[in-house]
């Protein structure tokens, strides 16, 4: 069991972590396209753990490197951007036509281009092991969390204000907000 402490391997322990949560964005994703949103939820709330997790191990068993920024990165785009902007889609802005499907189309697309942007940066910025006191811009993971909130408001606010929320977290995503990393 040595090779899971090995910082080249590339199924380390903290690799492994990060492979959990791309395995819980994928089935998210079956979920929502058999419209089950609760367990689509449950398994995006899992995968943030597991998030969670393996930046901790990664640093703990100094496990960081490029393999590792960039899985943790593709992960945190599959789970934290495109399964709460398609449970969204799938769930809030189903049965639109005409000019409104356009307009939430656009607003989700401008929201995963957003995080897409963002997590690229984060990388470019990124130097493997280290930890920033602050993050410039939301995190991918607040930001779903913000999602999610939207999502849950839906039946108050209407697909129009989850669409405002959407492009407002988006537009956060790329802010010069300072988040303090915990």
């Known amino acids: 069991m040595h090779f899971l402490y090995k910082p080249s391997n590339h199924f380390n322990l903290a690799n492994l972590f990060t492979m959990v949560n791309i395995t819980c964005g994928l089935l998210a994703t079956y979920f929502i396209t058999q419209n089950q949103f609760i367990p689509a939820i449950i398994l995006a709330w899992i995968g943030g753990a597991f998030d969670i997790f393996d930046g901790k191990i990664a640093r703990k068993y100094k496990l ?21 902007t398609f449970l969204i889609f799938q769930a809030v802005y189903s049965g639109l036509e005409g000019i409104s499907l356009v307009a939430v189309a656009i607003g989700s697309i401008y929201y995963v281009i957003s995080g897409l942007r963002r997590l690229i940066q984060f990388n470019i910025d990124a130097n493997a092991g280290e930890v920033t006191k602050y993050f410039t811009g939301i995190p991918t993971p607040l930001g779903a969390i913000f999602l999610w909130i939207a999502y849950l408001s839906a039946p108050w606010i209407t697909w129009m204000g989850v669409l405002v929320l959407m492009v407002f977290i988006g537009t956060l995503l790329n802010s010069k907000v300072k988040i303090p990393h915990p």
């Open 64 to 84: 960081s490197n490029e393999f590792g920024i960039q899985l943790d990165s593709f992960a945190d785009f599959l789970s934290f951007v495109l399964v709460p």
